[in-house]
């Protein structure tokens, strides 16, 4: 959490952490285990990233948006992780962690740690990243995001 003292007031700011995921704004094409389109966008105040989802998974379409930034209930400090929930069309949703480690992004499914996650690579111009989904006893999917 980034503070600035304001007329003696403390203002919040978005931590390094968050900001960091502005390499994924923008409109993303998605192809592998799933395929289809992403995209990433600041809400106001640029504590959080949403990112909107239409994706064809399994034979199956996927469509909603993920709310991702650091928890912050009401007059308690930020999260030090990031967090999201993910938000379908048929009222499903699912919560991850993410974190950014130079050029390497973990999503993690559930808590930070679990045995499901994606990690991806974004390539040295940042218009390309390639991952993939890990899932529990061996499953799972590549994946790349290529800017549009």
């Given at each position: ?15 390094d952490a968050v900001r960091a995921l502005d390499r994924l704004v923008g409109s993303w094409t998605v ?30 379409p996927v469509s909603g948006f993920e709310v991702i930034g650091q928890l912050r209930p009401f007059g ?73």
């Amino acid at each position: 959490m980034n503070t600035n003292d304001i007329a003696g007031e403390t203002q919040q700011t978005p931590s390094d952490a968050v900001r960091a995921l502005d390499r994924l704004v923008g409109s993303w094409t998605v192809t592998g285990g799933a395929e289809g389109t992403v995209r990433y966008e600041w809400g106001p105040g640029g504590f959080f990233l949403l990112q909107h989802i239409e994706l064809i998974q399994y034979g199956q379409p996927v469509s909603g948006f993920e709310v991702i930034g650091q928890l912050r209930p009401f007059g308690e400090p930020s999260s030090t992780d990031v967090h999201s929930r993910f938000y379908d069309s048929l009222g499903n949703t699912f919560d991850y962690v993410y974190e950014l480690d130079g050029d390497t992004l973990t999503i993690w499914a559930g808590a930070k740690g679990s045995p499901a996650y994606f990690r991806g690579t974004f390539d040295a111009d940042g218009t390309t990243m390639d991952g993939a989904w890990v899932y529990p006893g061996g499953g799972g999917y590549d994946s790349t995001m290529t800017r549009r």
